[in-house]
């Protein structure tokens, strides 16, 4: 998988938007951005993906730069549930573990009331 | 919405033991996989699947085999759990038979092997 990096902690204030970012400089040309997030004893849960356009659902908005090598991800109206780890992905399409998820260390997002 | 689910969330079993983890997905995804995670190790593929009966071997497989009899549950075997195996078991599913990283998680089982 591409490398990324994402700080390892962030707080946010409850109400209030919570921007994660990650850097991903060696993306490649077709690789996409996936954001998942785990809760604490939970399984994962995937949240959003793009690859070079803006991205927004239900749950989230994903931003990728113009030149690709990083992302945010915008939680527009964070609450205590929101509280998690959040994981940037950039899987590696070219090697044989096809369709596997590595998860790096991610962003625990505490959401402080 | 996507439901994945998991026969256990908490199970004790003793070294030896044959151990059985189902899942079942409601969505008639292909693809269906299992995962192990670890403190400090992250998430590892064990095996996964893409259609029934096919089975893929994933990073780690050693110790573990599958199932897969129809499209909607794959389980995967223990057949002498080691306490080693002590573990939080992750199950997911997707969509397509293309390459696509959209995988959607069961609550997981936590497994203590004594």
């Known amino acids: 998988d591409a490398k990324t990096t994402q700080p390892t902690s962030m707080d946010c204030a409850e109400g209030r938007a919570a921007n994660l970012p990650c850097n991903h400089s060696t993306i490649s040309g077709n690789e996409y951005v996936y954001w998942y997030r785990q809760i604490h004893s939970q399984g994962p849960q995937y949240i959003i993906h793009g690859l070079k356009n803006n991205e927004t659902n239900e749950m989230a908005s994903l931003i990728i730069t113009e030149d690709r090598k990083s992302s945010t991800l915008i939680l527009p109206h964070a609450t205590l549930r929101d509280t998690a780890v959040y994981y940037c992905i950039v899987p590696d399409y070219h090697t044989g573990s096809a369709r596997q998820l590595t998860f790096g260390s991610g962003t625990q997002l505490t959401v402080l009331p | 919405d996507v439901k994945v689910t998991q026969s256990s969330r908490y199970l004790v079993k003793r070294t030896g033991e044959k151990v059985f983890l189902e899942c079942v997905q409601d969505?008639?995804?292909?693809?269906m996989f299992w995962y192990r995670q670890d403190p400090g190790l992250g998430l590892r593929l064990i095996y996964f699947?893409?259609?029934?009966?096919?089975?893929e071997k994933g990073d780690i497989p050693e110790g573990y085999s599958v199932s897969r009899e129809k499209k909607e549950r794959f389980s995967l075997i223990l057949e002498s759990a080691s306490t080693n195996q002590t573990s939080m078991y992750l199950c997911?599913?997707?969509f397509g038979t293309g390459l696509t990283y959209e995988q959607y998680f069961g609550p997981g089982t936590r497994l203590t092997v004594t």
């Open positions: 969505m008639d995804h292909e693809n």
């Open positions: 699947s893409y259609d029934v009966k096919m089975k």
């Open positions: 997911a599913s997707s």
